[in-house]
């Protein structure tokens, strides 16, 4: 995996790994010097100093004892004698214990062997000086002055000189060794600062590569300063759409293309929308007033329907009353049959009585009577069945024409019972005749009663359809007041859609107003107007 491909948290916690890995590396490095130089400081202080040291000590010591032992033997009184002697008792001591103190340092680990034979060496020396100085002490101090002058200068100066010569031996060994100590600590402590000069060096420049890698994927991620994308961004906060300088020279996928990309798609969704807003606002004004015209429409049809609605219950009231009066002529043509009937029946009784003439003359004022009564009842019928169908108008006219028929027969039949009563004498004579005329009334009284029934069953068939009628015009009159309702109701809905369409347009000019606010480039730049 590239490093141009890492997050940003990757980049910086590999960066960061790499320089903590590095002081890690460093600070174990110039530790471990540290302990190096620690370790060769106590070895040098603890070891070959304090032995180097403690010769001084020791050389020191042999020569205050010297010097002592010296002085004691020019010494005049015996309290100088005494005092003097304590000096060189001291010293001695001094010089023992300090050997002592030096052959147990040289039995430490790490002493070379060549430190340790001259440390056993300046031991076995001073064992030999030792009782000789401290002979000549004694005799110095009870007095003997040549004795102790000769055994001096016989036994104790070259012991004294061989003594000498060794804590020498052993302080220029020592001063050799510290010095050659010295050098190689010197030359270790140089080669660890050039080790953490370089771990320092190497640090260094990881780091300013890191930097520079992290600097440079940074940029490239970027596409530009933090600044300018900050500008940027605060442009398209405010609304400035305009064109991103600088971004087609930014990478692929930087923050500074990918602002880029954002601007020209909310340029183009801001322009789309403003458009839409446009459109939006164009049709809601063209749906506004073309919801006006239809309301306006409505209204005229729903006025329409209303006065249509009147005359379909005017038209009905006038056929329930056209359904009534055929109800009343059926009745009564249904009476002018069953009147005809009866004539019909009486007709037969006077052409029975006319039959009986020829036996019976006696009975002939009588049916006389019967005939003009019969007369005068078919002349009132006939009567009202003219008034009854001249009522039933076009319908009725054939009834008219034989209820005058029937009229006229029953007024000449009435004029002939009168004949026949002033001329009783000679109706025995014209009884034939008059039986022949009366059942040709029959016949006559006859077709009345067919015609009667006949007008009864067309007025029933009247009053039939227009029953049906009625019952249709009440339908399409319901049917009219329900689309008068309904016609009221889509007046109501298009005076809703007309103030819905009002307010969409209102919403789509304050939408226009809001995409106002950004600025596009070209075109797109030109407020809302």
């Given amino acids: 995996m590239r490093f141009d491909n890492l997050t940003v948290r990757a980049k910086l916690s590999v960066a960061f ?37 403690m010769s001084y000590e020791v050389r020191t010591a042999v020569e205050r004892r010297a010097i002592a032992a010296r002085d004691l033997l020019n010494a005049a009184t015996p309290q100088d004698r005494e005092t003097i002697k304590a000096e060189v008792t001291k010293a001695h001591a001094d010089v023992q214990a300090n050997i002592a103190t030096l052959t147990k340092m040289a039995t430490q680990p790490g002493v070379p062997e060549k430190a340790r034979s001259l440390i056993a060496k300046l031991a076995e020396i001073e064992s030999r000086y030792a009782p000789v100085a401290l002979k000549i002490v004694d005799l110095a101090a009870q007095g003997q002055r040549d004795e102790a002058i000769s055994k001096m200068n016989a036994d104790c100066r070259p012991l004294l000189a061989a003594l000498i010569g060794a804590a020498q031996d052993y302080r220029e060994y020592t001063s050799q060794r510290s010095e050659a100590l010295m050098a190689t600590a010197d030359e270790t402590f140089a080669a660890h600062r050039r080790t953490l000069v370089l771990c320092c060096l190497a640090a260094l420049a990881a780091a300013v590569l890191a930097g520079a890698l992290i600097t440079r994927s940074l940029t490239r991620a970027l596409g530009a300063e933090p600044a300018r994308l900050g500008e940027v961004a605060k442009r398209v906060a405010d609304g400035d759409l305009s064109p991103v300088s600088g971004a087609a020279a930014a990478v692929n996928g930087s923050v500074l293309a990918s602002l880029s990309d954002m ?82 029946d009486r007709v037969g009784q006077v052409v029975a009585t006319m039959q009986s003439i020829s ?126 309702q309904v016609t009221q109701q889509n007046a109501a809905m298009v005076e809703e859609t007309a103030s819905a369409a009002e307010s969409l347009r209102y919403q789509a000019e304050s939408l226009m107003q809001s995409m106002s606010v950004f600025k596009l480039n070209g075109a797109g730049a030109m407020a809302y107007r």
């Fill in 17 to 53: 790994g790499v320089l903590v890995l590095l002081i890690a590396l460093v600070a174990s490095l110039a530790l471990s010097a540290l302990d190096d130089s620690n370790e060769d400081f106590d070895h040098y202080v603890q070891g070959i100093n304090a032995r180097l040291l």
């Fill in 263 to 344: 601007q020209q798609s909310l340029a183009r969704i801001v322009g789309e929308v403003r458009n839409s807003s446009e459109s939006i606002a164009t049709g809601t004004s063209q749906i506004a007033m073309a919801n006006v015209s239809l309301s306006q429409r409505t209204e005229e049809q729903a006025s329409s329907l209303e006065e249509t609605a009147a005359s379909m219950e005017e038209l009905s009231s006038t056929v329930k009353s056209s359904v009534d009066v055929a109800l009343e002529a059926n009745q009564l043509a249904s009476q002018a049959a069953e009147a005809a009937r009866i004539g019909g």
């Fill in 359 to 484: 036996g019976s003359s006696r009975r002939i004022v009588d049916i006389i009577g019967v005939i003009d009564g019969i007369a005068f009842q078919t002349n009132i019928l006939a009567l009202n069945a003219a008034v009854e169908a001249a009522r039933a108008g076009e319908q009725g006219r054939g009834f008219a024409v034989v209820a005058g028929e029937v009229r006229t027969l029953a007024q000449r039949s009435a004029e002939a019972a009168k004949e026949i009563k002033n001329l009783i004498s000679a109706s025995v004579e014209r009884v034939e005749v008059g039986s022949k005329q009366v059942d040709d009334a029959g016949a006559s009284m006859q077709e009345i009663v067919a015609q009667a029934q006949r007008v009864s069953q067309m007025i029933s068939e009247l009053t039939t359809a227009s029953s049906e009628q009625s019952q249709g015009i009440s339908q399409v009159g319901d049917a009219v007041q329900q689309l008068d």
